[in-house]
Nanobody, 113 residues
Framework: VQLQASGGGLVQAGGSLRLSCAAS????????IGWFRQAPGKEREGLSC??????PELYADSVKGRFTISRDKAMLYLQMNSLEPLDTAVYYC?????????WGQGTLVTVSS
């Protein structure tokens, strides 16, 4: 059972990237799934989730209107538009169900000004 994140890279401010997260060994049907990021020197920040405990879909204020989360059976995506230098971070996908909690390995997004 693992998650594999991909799609990070270097992009100019105002550009777009699409992150992907592939699940192996399970599907996302009953799981809370989402994206987090961690910028240098900062704590990990939750960005968006599907099947969240409080709502079908949620976004952090910092990305609302710019990022879109989506999924299919075993893939999770994060479409990131209007990227800003402050979005530079390592992005992680996460899947949680009952006592199980899995993290992808992280993919680096660098936004240049």
């Amino acid at each position: 059972v693992q998650l594999q994140a991909s799609g990070g890279g270097l992009v100019q401010a105002g550009g777009s990237l699409r992150l992907s997260c592939a699940a192996s060994g399970f599907t996302f049907d009953d799981w809370v799934i989402g994206w987090f990021r961690q910028a240098p020197g900062k704590e990990r920040e939750g960005l968006s989730c599907i099947n969240c405990s409080d709502a079908p879909e949620l976004y952090a204020d910092s990305v609302k209107g710019r990022f879109t989360i989506s999924r299919d059976k075993a893939m999770l995506y994060l479409q990131m538009n209007s990227l800003e230098p402050l979005d530079t971070a390592v992005y992680y996908c996460n899947a949680a169900y009952q006592v199980f909690n899995y993290w992808g390995q992280g993919t680096l997004v660098t936004v240049s000004s």
